[in-house]
Structures are given as C-alpha cells and as structure tokens.
C-alpha cells in the first residue's frame, strides 16, 4: 500500500476552507494525520477517513483521502463497516469526546472486543464544541467551564482506562501542540496490527479555559528558579516506560502498569503509548480461520454478476438442500 | 363413517406442547414426510415469547394442491400433553381426531398454570355449557359427545417399550419421542405411508442413527395403534406422483436465497424474533459458490476460478444502531450489503437510514414485521410498520419500501431490492411480515431465469477525472442519478456527510445547492417510479372490472388468495389487488384496478389501515370496507372467506375486526 | 429625498459579521433599543452551523404594529466587514442605506474564502452585468448607482479614539465594540433617540459598567457621523408612547415558559441545535417559585409555603435514548416530565415513545424541527418531521402532536401538552420549527388567566384497593382511560412492560386481551378528538367561505398574515385554515373550512406538502395549489404575498417554490 | 423506609406463572433479590425495580413491587429517571449481560458518572437467551456454546473493569447458587450509599453449556485425594480481600487492586465486594447543592397545581426579565 515516492502533508490537503476557530487544537490533529500519512507514504484513496459529529468531525473535509463524516456517535460503527467489507483499505476513525464517549460509549466498549486493525482517535477537548460548550464526558466534576451555567455534575471518564477495559490492543495518548510526538503516536498506531485507540488532548479556546494550551503548558506554575513554565504534560518514553506486552505472560502486569498511569492527571499528565499487544489475533483473521479465502477476496471484492448481469452466485447446493423432487 | 365419505389430501392437522419439548420436530418431521410423499404443505407455527415450558403449536395443510395458508379447523389434533387439548379441543372438527394421552385425563384445567385468565374463563363457561366438569377427561367426552375420534395412545408404556428395546436406563433420555409417537398416531390414523414418515426422521435427525430408530420404532407403535382405534377415520394422506420438484422453505429462507443470489456480500443483525433466523441462515451458510444455477452459459468464461471463493460475511452487531451504520460502512466500498431486523431493530435505524439516503447508498433493509407496538408480542403476527417505514427518519429523504406477500416474492424481492438500491442510489425497505417469515411450505421451484443484476451507474477507477475535471459524487450535471465510485477505487476520491452537501460531498448551507440537491434525490424516486415495470408493481387476481375489489399487500396474500379461489368457485365477482411496490406508490396502476370499482375492500393485519391510508392520500379514493386483524394472529383463509362474502352479500360492516387464532 | 416621503417606524435593519464577533449582542441592542422605544420588533437569525468565522447575519424589522415576519428586503444593511457586503448589498432596496467600512473597499470578491462557489459564480455574473469589477468598492458604487445611500464609517479611526479615550492599550481587545459602531451608525442615519440605545447597552452588559460606557461612546460618535451624512434619509425610528407592556423573546423562551407554567418538573436534553437553547434557559432558571401569576386568589392559602421551594430538574444525558427513557421513568413518578430535541435526536426516540405509548405514560417530547434530512443542516429552517412525527415508533400506537404557530401557541401548547399527556395518558410531541423557536419578537402579554391544569384521572394512594379488588393500572373495566398511580404509592403497586400485557401490566398474548388493549389504547385518541375543543383544534383566519382557503401550520403562520393582511387591505377573498392539532387529525374542522373552497392551497415549508398528504389522507379533499420552500430558509411574507397573489390571478402552477433567502 | 414488622420473601411474590427454564439461574436471583428485600424489611411500594429486556428482564413481573420491565438496552436510563424525579424511592436496576453490556453499553459508561444511589445488576450468562442463545458480550473468544454455529468471534468485555472504568463506586460479583453469599452481596448493593454494581455468575442451562452449574462447581475438575470437586467460584472476603476505600488517598491503590482481582477467571473465579468507596459523592448530592430543597421536594413530589387546577408556578419575576413596560 505504500508509496515508493515521497509524499508530502500537502498531497493530502483540501480546497475546503477550515472554519474551526483560531487557535483551536483540532488544526494540530489535522496536520498530524497528513503529516503521519504522507510519512507513511499512503495512497490517498487506499486510505478511508470515517468521522462522527462534532468540531472534530469536520477533518474529513480537510484531508484528500476518502472522507466519510457520519453521524453523532456512530463513527465507529461505520468505520467497522467500511474496513470489514474491504479489509485492504486503511481506516482511520475519528471522534470528538462527546461522539466517542457520550453518544458513542457503547460502540467504544463493543469495538474493543473485535480487535479490527485501525485507528480510532477522539479529540479530547472537554467539551461539545459545535453546540456550544456543553460539558462532555471527560470534563472533570465540578469543574465550570465558562459555556456551562453550573459546575459539571458528571464525573468523567477516562478514556485510557475505558478503552483498556474495552479490548484495545494499543492505547496512546498525544497532545495537539506537541506535533511530532503526535505524528510518531499516529503512525504507530496505524502500524499497529490490531485495534489501536488514541486520546488526543486537544484545547477548545473558545469553550474550554480549564484546559487549555497554557494549562497543559503548565503557564500558571513557573520553576521559580528558571521562570521557566512547568508543563503538565509528560512523555511516558522520557520515564523508560515500556509499554509492550512482550509475551502473552504478561498481558496481566502491563495493562495494571498502564491503568496505573491512565490515573495520572493534573500536574503530571502522561502522553505517549500505555499500552501495546500484538498476541490478540484481530477480526479479520478470526474471520479468515472461518472463510480462508476473506482476505483476498472480501465482500468489496467480489464479483457478483456475469457481463450481462447474470447472478454468479451458485445456490444449487444450497437449494438442493431445501429441494423435494419427484416422487 | 364409510369409505365413500372420505376426504383425501387435504389435512389440517395440529401438534402442540410445551416450548423446547421437540415439537418443532415433530411438525418438522410431518411436514416433511408429507412433502416427500408428494402432498403439498403449508405449516404455521405459534409460540410464546419464551425459550421453554410454554404452549407452542404447529398448525400444517396437508394437500394435494398448493396451499398458500392455514384454516380455521384442525382435523388432527396431536399432542402428548394436557394444555394443548384445552386449548385447542375445541377446534377440532366434528368428524375429526385427537391424539392425546389417556393417562392425563384427570387433569383439571386449573392445573395448568400457563393458561391465561381470560382464556381460562372462557374454557370454564365451555365446559359448563356443555354440561361437563374441568378435567381432560370431561373435555374430551364433550368432543366426543360432537363426533370426534379419541385416539388415547399410551404414550408412557409405549416409551418404556423402546426404553426396554434400546436398553436406555432412565425414561427421561427418551422423553422427546413422545413427540414422534404423536406424529406416528396421527399418521396412523391418517393411513399414510409409514416409510415416508421413517426416511423424513432419517433426513431431520441426520447422523443420529440411534435417535432415528428409537423414534421410528415408537411411531411405528403409534402408527398402528391409532390406525387400529379408528380404521374408517374419514380424512386420509396418500402419497401423490409428482413430476417437478418443489422447494420446502420457510419465508426467512426464501429473503436469505433471494439476497444471495441478489450478489449480497455483507449482511448485519442483531439478535431479534423473527430477522435473526435469517442471518442465521446466512451465517451457516456463509461460504458461497459461484457460478451454475441461472448462470447464462456464455459467462461462464467470464467468471472467476472457483477457488477465489466467494462468501457472505455476516456480522452480529452491538445493537441495530451499529447494524444499519455498518452495513452502510460496507456498502461504500461496493459490497452489496443489507442488515435485517424486526421493528424495535428498525426503530433504532432511523438515523442510520436518513444518513443513507441523503448520501444515496444503496442500503437495503429487511425489515421482518411483528406484532407492536413496542415490544409487542414478538413471537406474533402483523402488519404493523408500513406507515413508519414510508416515513422513517426526520426530515424528507427518498426510500423504496418493497412487500412481499409469498415465498416466491420474498426471493425476488430479496433480489430485486439490491438492484433498485443500487440504480436509484437509496436504501431499500424491503417488508416481510412474521406470518411469512415463519411459516413453511412447499412451493414449486420458482423460474429465476429472468433475473439480471443491475449495478447502476458506477464510476470506474481513473476514469478520465483529473484535477480540472475531477469526480464528483453528487454530480448535478447529468440528470438525478450520479455515477458511483467505491472506497478504495483511484481517481474518484469523494467525501460523504450527512450534512447537506455540494457536489463533492462537502458540507454547504447554499440554499441554491440545497433545493438542486434535494430535487436530486427526489427526482430518482420519480425516475423508479417510471422504470420498474407495472409487473413488479402490483399483481392483480379475478376477473377485470369486478365491482368489488380488495386491496391488500404482504403476507395475507395466501390466505386471500385460497379464499377467493373458493369464492371464484362459487361465481363471486371480486377482484384483488396485491401492492408489492409500496413507495415510489403505484397511483396509477392502483387507480387502473379501483377507481371504478363499487366496493373498495382493504384487507391488512394491522389496527391502522394502513395501505388504505397511502390509497387514499395518494389517490383520493377510500375503502368502502375493511378486513383487519390486529389480534397477533395471522388471517386464515376461512375468516376472511366469511368475511369477504358477508361484504359481498351486504351483510358487513364498514370495518369488520377479525378475531380467529389461538 | 424630502421630508415628505419619509417612512416612519417601519425598516427592515439587517447586521451581519462572522460567527463569534459579536453580532448577536449588537442585533439584540438594536432590537431592544427599538423595543424599549415603544416599537415592535421581528427578528430572525441566520447562521452556519459553526462557532466562530463563517457569516452570520440578524434581519430584524421594527415597526409601530405587530410584526411577526420578515421581509425580502433590507432597508439598513450594517456591518463592519465585507463578507456581509458581497451577500446582502443586493438585497438593500433603492432607497436604503449602508453602513459599511470604507477601509474595505479593495476587497475583492475572491479574497472571501467562506462565500460558496456557486454564490461567488452568481456574484461574478452580478458584478460583470452592472459592468463594474469585483471589488467592494466595485458592488458600492453599483449599489449608489441604483439610489442606495452609503455610509461609510471609519471604524477603525473611532475604535482608536476610543482606546485613547479608555486608555486601553491593544485595540484588538476592543475589537467587538465594532459592533456598536455599526447600530449607533445606523440608529443615527434612522434618527433614533440615541439615549434608548445607552440604556439598551446597559442592558444588555448588565454589571459592566467599562464595556457599557466604551461602547455607548463609540456608538455615539458613529451614530453622529451617520446622522450626519444622511440627514434627509427616507427612514426614520421614532419612539412610541404605548400603554400596554410587551413581552420580548424567542419561541423557544415561550416553549419553556409554558411548560414551566404547566407543572413540568423534569426535563431531559442531549445537546442539539435548536433544541438545547430551551434546556439551557431552564437549566439558567432552574429554581421556581410557586404562587402568584396567573394563579386564582382563593387557592392561595392551599399553596404550599414558599419555602417548601420548587424546581425543575434538567439533566443533560449521555443521548437521546436515554433522554426520552429517563423522561418517562420520571413521568412514572408521577413528575411532569419532557424532553426536547431536534430530529436527529428524535430519530433515536423512536423506541422510547413506542414503550411510552403503550404503558400509558404521560410524556411531552418538544420536537424542533430543522431542515434535513439527516444532519441535514443543523442552523437552517424546515417544517420536515410531520410525518415522522405523526408515524414515529414501530407498530401501532396512539400519540397526540401539537403545531405551534407563533409565541402565544408556543406558551399555551407548552402547558395543554402535558394537560393532554395525562388526561389521555400518551406521548404528546410538541411540534415547533427553528424559525419560531430562533426568532425574537415582541408580542402582547398573553392572557393565559383561562389555563387551569388538568392532570386526568388518577389513583389516590391506597383508594380502597385490597387483595381481592386490586389496583389495576390498565383496568379494562370503565372508559378507555385507566386512573393512573404514581410509584411509590401505597397500595397501588403495578408492573409496566413493552409487551402487550394484562389489566396489571403483565405481559400476555392472549389474543382477546390483546385486541382490548389496542382498542383502548386508541379509543383514547377518539375521547381527545371529541374532547379537545375546535379553538384549540385550529384556526380560521379571514373571510368566511372564501373561495381560496390556504392551510398551513407552524411557524409559516407569521409570514401568512402579514401577507394576507395586505393581500386583506387589497380586498383579496382569501382564507387561512391554521392547523394546530395534528393528531387526532380534526376531520370535521378542516372539513368545514375547505370542502366548499374552489381554490386550496397548502402552504408548507417543507418539500413533500405533509400536511396535504394528510388533510386528502382524512378527508379526501386535495389541495389545488401548493406553495413551498426547502431551501433552508423561513418563508417571508413578501414572498408568500407574491406567490398568493399569482394564485388568486390564476397565473400559477400548481406548485410553486419558494426560493429567497441567504 | 425500612419497616418495623418482619417481613417474608413471599411478601414479594406475586403470582404472574414464572417461565424461565427449569435449571436457570435466574431463579437464584429472583429468590436473593425477595430475601434481601425481606430482610431489609423494605416496604414494597417504596421499592421500584426496573429492568430491560431479556429472560434476566422478566424478574420484575415475580417480584410484588413496582416493576419497570423496559425496552432492551435501557433499563438504566429509565432507572435513573425514577430515581431522580423521586430520590425517595429506593430502585433497583436489572439487566441481562446483552441488554447491560452489548447495546445498553453507551448507558453504562454514563451512569458510572452519575453515582445516583441505586443497585444495578447484571444476569451474566455470555448468552443472549431469549433470542435462543447467540454470543453475549460476556462470552469468551474462541468459546462455542452448544447454541452457536462457529466459536464466538468477539473478545469478552470484563463487566467488573467496565464497571470501575465507568465510575461504579461499588462493584461486587455474585454467584446465583451460592443464595446466602448473593442475598448479602445484594443487601450492601442496597445499602451502599451511591452507584453500585452487581455482576452474578448466572448458568443459563438452555443454551450456555459452558458456564454451567457444574463448571463453576467444578465438577471437572476433582481433589484427587478427597474425590470432591474443586468450585472454580471463591471468595474475595475468604482470602481477606479489603475492597474498601477508607480515606480519599486509596482511591488509586484500591482501584488497582480491584482491577488485579477483575481480571482472573478460568479455575481461580472471584466473588464478593472488589471495591468499595463512599468518598464521591452522589447525583442526587450533587443536585442538592444547586437546588437545596431538591431531596425533600423533588419532582414527584412538588405541587404544580391548586384546588381548580390553578397552576401553581410563578412566573412573574421570569416574566419581568422578559418584558418592555409601557415607554
Ligand atoms: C443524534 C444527535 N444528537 C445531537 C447532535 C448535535 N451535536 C452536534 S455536534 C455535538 C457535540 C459534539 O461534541 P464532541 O463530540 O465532543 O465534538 P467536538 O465538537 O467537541 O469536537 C452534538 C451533540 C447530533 N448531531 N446528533
Ligand atoms: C432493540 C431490540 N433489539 C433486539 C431485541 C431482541 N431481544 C430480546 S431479548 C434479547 C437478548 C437478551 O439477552 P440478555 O440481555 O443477555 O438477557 P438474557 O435473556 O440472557 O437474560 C434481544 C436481543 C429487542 N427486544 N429490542
Ligand atoms: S468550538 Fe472549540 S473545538 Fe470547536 S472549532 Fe472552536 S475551538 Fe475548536
Ligand atoms: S434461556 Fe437460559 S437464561 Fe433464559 S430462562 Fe432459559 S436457562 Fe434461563
Ligand atoms: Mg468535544
Ligand atoms: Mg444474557
């Protein structure tokens, strides 16, 4: 599927104009995804983009790769859908936390038990941006963001430990400022053989100024030596940590040791991989061990009727079968 | 009763017992022996909302000719246990037979907890009417008493019999034969050939020779006793000669044929009575040939090695939300691709198919009705959803809504509905009703051979587009419909939103764009309506011109038309219009077949009128009667005999209510 | 122009900017100046469907009478950017002004990245045939061309005067009070008392005294300088001393107002556009006090203390399956319950009003429509979800929809649906359209002193109920209408389910109870169509027995009479048929008011004419002529004259679509 | 809430004729859930249990209570529903594993946010049963239950690490034949003071011929020596398991330690409490900080209108917000 010629972020950009707000954290996403794709060197229509709604959603607009923006919630779904039936293309999912988390929460759960190998990432702003700010599933209690009229009354959830709960078999989580630690996140998680989830803490400006870039800059606490600004915002690789499950011995230890982690938040926010597991077998080789011919041959790919339109399938067998003859 | 009274092939007989109790076998097993004897069937099964220990009952035609559905009566009523006597003696005929156990006949009728109050009230009024007390054994004098055979088989000693020949040590291993015991008696009792009923248990119980000749050996006991009790019984099963072959299916079988042979390649569900039995069907039979039956034989070239393999990926979803997305996911990539589901599934697609329109994928829906609202009564009969499927999702988007009222509809609809969706870019709701989708039957192996995929326009890879001149998904230049392209295919990159969109599939507000678009989609509903042709749009029965005309649509196709052949018989004059092509509405082919008509009569299984809705709105012209059944059972031909000729004879309401089914 | 052409108190203003610059505070200072003057204001919001950058843009009229539409034209175009120019300098009439930024004039066209392309092509054709460039400057000069008085503003000179005069020192920090440049620029061309707009700033910034008095300093000097350049301007705002004291809001506010008003307790939302305003204004206002308005002096004493408090719970869920099915778990209780939602959200609530309607429960569900279908587009108007509405839910079962017209309906449908809700013991969906619901409008108090609240019939705890005589909650026994319990109730325990159940709720599927289920269930919607009376069934509006009767509902109905007031003023024989009860459709109301009619004409902003499609369902009577707008945009009443006017002339075609709107 | 006078289990039966199969442990549930009922001396009509849809989802109709049997997938958003209109009542929630898990994921996840003061448990039996046994989310990979054509193609969700991903603040696992040990598991549920949950090890004898009776009482799998079977269930509290947050500090380390225990299964199966922590506070104490009369005054129990159905909410001060006064 890769390209033997160098492809640049460029090759996967629109004519679309981008109306997300100045400063918004989305815009390091989007670049990120054609930065990791022209690095990967895809093909752009070898590569299927599935939204949900939101802000975040819109991405597919920007990015000449197939684009599929969906509905609220049921990105996932349809992403399954798309990769099932055509297990050749590359799928990315893409979700903001509300799509994802809130809306989307039992795809989120359900997905994990397929193991698919693609890419889900959902824009973690802490809000429902494009109705206005409302408080979104991984907003913190009691934190009042200045679009909510009270203190948010839901607890959050934390989609590093939920997606570990879920089955994923890779767990990231970057950071929309710090762009080539994302790219690198990206691409492994699109390398991944296996269902690959990755949070991606993304300032919403205009709705959200609990965290916001200088928050996760850690502006608001200078080393008062240096005046230098403290950022909360950490590399799991800078501590050694080693997320892979080397061997099937070990799943248990290292998904405790990145739920751990995942409990990490405030002054000390981890970024980078949680968690890495290739011993899972994904769907579509579960589904090749019942149909040796899937892969190959997926329903996309099949052919289904002659040059003049007569049906290929063959149900003699099967109509035998259900067939009384002459008696 | 004398030899000369006897009535051959044609048979209504009945098994019930408790749910998980082998009595689906048992039918299974009848039904199959008759069908390989040559006689035509038609089976319906009723049961509860449960997995185990409620009534369940088969009720089977046995006939020399096609029969399409069920009656009223039951000449054979067979069983092990008590319930299925209270609740059913009683439609026994009067020169009919019941199977029973004689030693249950102390059973009073409050001993059966499952029987429902009213129903228990009304068997107590029954049994004091006829002045008999609550036990079987009253029940049974008071059917006696009309005419009708005991047939007291032992079941028990029976068993221990082959408990003793099979050396089996505990008489509950073997429980289950019971069921074969009361299919052997009623066989008996019906003179049929005894080595059909042995091969079709070797064909049901396939592999388990031992199960085969436990329950052989025992019908076969069975058999003889019953035929010895009652050597003049006046109903008889003979074997027929028969030429053609004919196909032994049930409705969900039929849509799974249809699909496939349609080129379906990916299918979604979640589990729910009724759908699931056929993406089960599929599952099972998810490895496909390609190639042979209704293949033209100059494309044999054409077509791939066999070895590529061919096969039907069919995924079970975390709810019918992921199933209708899904299945549209899989429908971009060119996948022929469906979900099915009954309506608290369908309910749950409502977004799903909105989105599916608006980015005109052709999506088809199966869509297996049952009795609602809400959860309803799952296990039941109705057609109950046509308005909410012709109106599914928020906002205006076009959709095809396909019913098919028999077997045979059902495999070409299930075909045809691919084609459509592809060619008019739109999902397809195609409507199955439960009495269809679960009943069996033998029909005669339908002529496929006019059958053509028809893919609609597509795009293909690199088709000449370039930078000034690139693909567009929606393209307004070329009439409604807008070549397709696949996920995965080069050169025609698009996008898809369920917001509304330019050209490209991007999102735009432009009012402009906005009316163009939706006079686009529109305008391919329009397009269907003048393509398909009149055939598959109606089918109308009786003589041209009738003054009476019914008007009806789905699986009360059977029963109307086993009705009206009767009522043809007798020189009525009444005509029946059956809508398969619900929407794009076939006005003027409705309004050729009733616009002159005197009596208007819509016949549905529902409490709306439905399709007499749509008629009127569509046409102005209203029903002058209606036959509706909204009881969870489906109509049998013998109501709606009565039903149709009080009408005839001016005798009936504007809206008679039928009420018939146990 | 002289003085004596002058029109006083009737303009049509219009401000447009990006999203997120401030333009809806500076539409709701003017609005609210005019308001405060005495004027009567309509207002109607356009925007994308996004937060901050594409155009948004606020048409407002202002006018001594009632206004309850917009118009095609704009008198006052302000703004202080050029995307609004390049969109709506056409649409300001030859005798209008505009308030723009001089500084913008070399703007070209192509310099606008968020103007669609097929607007820009449409722009493109504008400019080359008035044969100037495609400058800003360009279209000013083909706008003055034509009579347009333009007025320019120095927005940038006044915005650093007023950071010398605040010592502010980044004029980007005061960059919105551009804002209230434009208004005080187009209050002083209009002559409006400049001193009701400082106290409309006031107002509007309560508690930011700088802000206040930086902007009023602003809007003085541009106010000046406008007055100035156009002292003889043909439009003028004057106060008006008035009486009778006004309520200023949008529809949603109304909504919430009446459901407040009536007992709600509990609302449930999941964010959506444009239902989540009416949740978020509860939420704001979420502690309630009980006595006092409205309510009759001698029930005072048998109110609760004050101090007992009240409130209305609002809880945002995590979708709207779980908003529709918490809403009902609350209505169980015995709490007036709602949620409101778009029709996305309103697809997914489909099983939700299934289980509701059959369990009897009393669940208002505020339904506002946008224009789809699917995410459709989010910010845009439509009438689109009738029939989904009226269908909405596999299988059958019965639901009341209620159409609101303007804000008075709003207020008074918001407080009898739930009085419907619980006196027939059903879903009642509350159907309002964006254009009502985003519109701000001054209207008359209403008199709600008649609203009495009815909560239908319902068990008292422990109310003689005992083993042998138990509560029943679906008792067959007296009327359709079961008294309702509460959980939690002493000695009314009862089950609820989804499936067909018994006079308990317990699930059955006997046939006969079930038919006596769905026969009650539905004779509930015949007791309310005969209860219901015709004042709260529709509206008939102009002369009786007029040849042309227009039947319309919703938000259209603004447009129609300040159409029709005209078309009356003209001597026009035209009638208005205003439907508000959808369900139980009001057969012999609507009859009475079309069926002698020559000419009918629904009017409809949606594309399928939902509401004809059930008027000819119900009574068979066809529209003639039909007038209708998909394009995402509310129609005006100009527009609507105009297409009226053809009618009556006999020079239009059956259907006419309306297309204005950017 | 809690009575004086003793009260019975058949003080919540009713006689609705009970249908599940005969074996199924349903029975064990139905039984435990009127033993702690009775023993907690409850008043019936105070108590409300709602349920989905599924075999699990007809317990209701056994039970003399208030009994919301729903629509499938939604049992807990109805709950919630009940719950927050009257916090008086005391609700119960039951689901099947399809019905808590597969489609009703997404409610869940959110209602672990909430952490309203009510019992919600699960029937886990990895089958869906009323619709004749295809693979609940529950059932493990590769596992082929007699009811299903192929070896179950999905990965398990963990009930016990969802339900702490999702903010459960107890999270208990029972086991429905072992009644003694399940009726208490079921009483603390009740008495803990916000959102618990309960996942009971159910056999379904019909269609799981896995997780049978016998497996979990490891019938195959006996002591050599003794001859007797070795239960793969055991007891969290037998081996002195403290699943209780004590102070704020532990959330992290008991939280671990729950997750630890979450995850075996096969011959070593935990019941009991896995964790327990009463520091968060609940919805309904949440709400009561905004609105301070909400636990005394709640929705149901507000008046909204006088002796001639004169509404009773005053709008004057709203009103005033929203008029002009004459000018
Ligand atoms: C079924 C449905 N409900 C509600 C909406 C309205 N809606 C549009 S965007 C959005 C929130 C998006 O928030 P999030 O997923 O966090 O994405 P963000 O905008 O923050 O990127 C909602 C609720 C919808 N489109 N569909
Ligand atoms: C929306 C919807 N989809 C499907 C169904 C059909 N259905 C009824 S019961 C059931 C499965 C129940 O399984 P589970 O929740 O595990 O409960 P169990 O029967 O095992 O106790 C399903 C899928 C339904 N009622 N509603
Ligand atoms: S609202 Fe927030 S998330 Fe959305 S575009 Fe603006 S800044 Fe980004
Ligand atoms: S199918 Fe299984 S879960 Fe359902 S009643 Fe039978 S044994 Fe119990
Ligand atoms: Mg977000
Ligand atoms: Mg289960």
Redesign the interface.
Known sequence: MALEQVMKPSDFA?E?HNDWCPGCGDFGILRTVQMALAELRM????V?I?SG?GCSA?T??YV????????HG?A???????????P??KVLCLSGDGDGLGIGG??F??AGRRNLDMLYIIYDNGVYGLTKGQAAPTLKLGVQTKSLAHPNINDAVNPIWLALAAGATWVGRGYSYDIKHLVSLIKQGIDHKGYAFLDVLQPCPTYNDINTKEWYGGEDRKDPTSGRALPRVYKLEDEGFDPVVHEPAEIEKKATQALEKALEWGDHIPIGVFYKNEHIPTFEER?AQ?????L????????????????????????QR?????? | MGAATVRRNDVSWMIGGPQ?SGVDSSANVFARAC????LHVFGKREF???????HSYFHLRAHTNLVRSHIDSVNVLATFEAETLFRHAREVTDDGAIVYDPSLGKTRLSDV??I????YA?LKTYLISRGVGETLDDLLAASKQRGVTLLPIPFKDLLEQIADEFKVDQLSKISRVVNMLAVGASFGVLGFDFSTMESALADVFRNKAKIVSMNASGARKAYELAGSLAPDFGYRLE???????????TGS?ATA?GK????M??Q?Y????PA?DES?FL??????????????PD?AD???SKE??????V?????????V?????????????ATAT???G???M???I??A???EVPLVITLY?R??????????H?Q??L??A????????PRILLASGDFEECIRDG?LAFNYAERYQMPVIHLVDKALANSYA?VG?PDLSD?????GATAPPNDGYSKDNPYKRFDLGNGPVSPRA???????????????H?EF???????????AM?EKR?AKLDLAAREIPSEEKVKYFGPKGAPTVIVSWGSTKGALLDALDRLWAEGAKVGYLHVRLINPFPVDEVLAHIAKAKRRVGVEM???AQLA??V??RT?I?MTHFIQK????PMSNTELYDAIQAILRGKAEKRT?L?H??
């Open positions: 629109t679309v093909e752009p229509h070898r299927t599935v709604i819109k597919i607009h000449r790769t197939y684009g599929v923006h969906t509905l049921r996932l779904p349809y992403a399954t859908g798309v990769k099932l039936a055509n050749q293309l039992g795809h759960v359900n589904i019942r149909v040796p011919t899937y190959d041959n997926p329903p996309a790919l099949q052919p289904i009727a002659g040059a003049h339109g007569e049906p290929r399938t063959d149900l003699t067998k099967l109509l259900l067939t009384f003859n002459s008696s | 998980g069908a390989a004897g040559g509860y909302s449960n997995i185990m220990g409620e907890p499952t429902e109050k009213r129903l009304d074997r027929v000669a028969r030429k053609e072959p004919r196909l032994f299916l079988q044929l496939l042979y349609g080129g390649r990916f979604t979640y589990p729910i009575t699931s089960e599952e099972e039979n998810e490895v496909l040939e390609l190639n042979g039956h209704g293949l033209a494309a054409a077509a791939p590529k393999g061919a096969s039907v990926l995924v079970q979803t975390e709810d019918e939300i992921a199933a997305t899904m299945a549209t996911g899989a429908a971009l990539t060119g996948a022929r691709s009954s309506g608290p369908f309910s749950l409502m977004e799903g909105g989105w329109s608006i980015n009705q009795a609602g609202p809400s959860t309803g009564m799952p296990t039941r109705e109950g959803d308005r909410f012709l109106h599914a999702g928020h906002g205006e988007a075909f033998t192996v059958l053509r995929i028809d893919r696949f996920l995965g295919q080069e050169g025609t990159i698009f996008w898809n939103t369920g917001d509304e330019d599939g991007h999102i735009t507000e432009d009012p402009v764009v906005r009316d939706m529109f529902n409490f709306g809705g749509i009127r709105e102005g209203e909204y009881n969870g059972r209510v009420t089914g146990s």
